[in-house]
């Protein structure tokens, strides 16, 4: 979904893989403030993952509606790891999806408007203009899906 979407973060190479700068020259300016959004986007959206995995678990007739949220969720876990986020970022667990459908899939709906608001807030924010062209872009995927959701169960 991404990829359809025209993102490409350059180079693909490991940030642990590099040797620390050597000569005392301080960071990109942003580097470490978008580092740590980074890191905070992808907590959130471990976070909208959950709820939306554990909601299909819960809600039978909501497993097929939530299936391309889910995906998306994936596919924009696997960019943000490729981009350098921190392996040890903490799940937050979501609030326990309700067993009925409909109030399940208004706090999927709410969840996901929060990521999606966060995510676009986040681009304007990015110090790299590459970095602030895939939070729009994943703003923008989340924001399709949650049109595509259907009204109710």
């Known amino acids: 979904m991404v990829a ?4 490409d973060l350059g180079p693909r190479t490991s940030r ?10 301080p960071a990109e300016p942003g580097e470490d403030a978008d580092r740590l959004l980074l890191d905070d986007l992808r907590a959130l959206l471990l976070g909208a993952s959950g709820l939306v995995a554990t909601t299909r678990d819960t809600c039978r007739e909501l497993r097929r509606p939530l ?5 998306l969720h994936r596919a924009h876990l696997a960019v ?6 921190s392996d040890d970022a903490i799940q ?4 326990s999806p309700e067993r009925r459908a409909t109030e399940a899939l208004a ?5 996901e408007e929060r990521l999606r608001s966060r995510l676009a807030d986040a681009s304007v924010r ?15 995927g989340v924001a399709a899906h949650l049109a595509d959701l259907p009204a109710g169960p």
């Open 16 to 25: 642990t893989a590099e040797p620390a700068p050597t000569s005392g020259a």
């Open 80 to 85: 943000l790891d490729e981009a350098g986020g």
């Open 4 to 7: 359809t979407a025209g993102c």
């Open 107 to 111: 706090r999927v709906r709410q969840r």
């Open 92 to 95: 937050r667990p979501g609030p």
């Open 126 to 140: 990015a110090g790299s203009g590459e970095f602030a062209r895939l939070l729009a872009s994943m703003s923008a």
């Open 67 to 71: 299936a391309p949220l889910a995906a």
